[in-house]
C-alpha cells in the first residue's frame, strides 16, 4: 500500500519560545480524528518526510495499527 503515508509522531510548536510538545502512538491517533484539535503549528511526521494537517486531508495515514483517511469535519 504505497498510496498510505506512515506517521510516526507530530510535533507541536505550544508557545513563543519555540518549546515543542510530541504526540505518539494512541495520542497522535485521537489528535488525527479530532479536527477541532488541528493547529497550524503542527507538523506530522513520517519516514519519508514532514507535512501539515493540509497536506494530510483527504489522504489516507497509518499510526501504528490504524489505517484511516484524514477528514475534516462537515
Known amino acids: 500500500m504505497s498510496d498510505v503515508i506512515k506517521i510516526n509522531k507530530c510535533e ?10 510530541q ?10 480524528i479530532t479536527p477541532k484539535d488541528w493547529t497550524d503549528d503542527q507538523t506530522f511526521i513520517s519516514d519519508e ?6 497536506d494530510l486531508i483527504g489522504k489516507t495515514v497509518q499510526v ?4 484511516f483517511t484524514v477528514q475534516e469535519e462537515k
Do not use: Q, S, T
Not at 504526540?23 to 488525527?32: I, P, V
Not at 518526510?49 to 493540509?54: A, K, N, T, V
Not at 501504528?64 to 489505517?67: H, L, Q, S, V
Open 64 to 67: 501504528g495499527p490504524f489505517i
Open 49 to 54: 518526510g514532514r507535512y501539515y494537517i493540509d
Open 12 to 21: 507541536e510548536v505550544v508557545d513563543n519560545w519555540g518549546n515543542i510538545e
Open 23 to 32: 504526540y505518539k502512538g494512541a495520542d497522535l491517533y485521537k489528535l488525527l
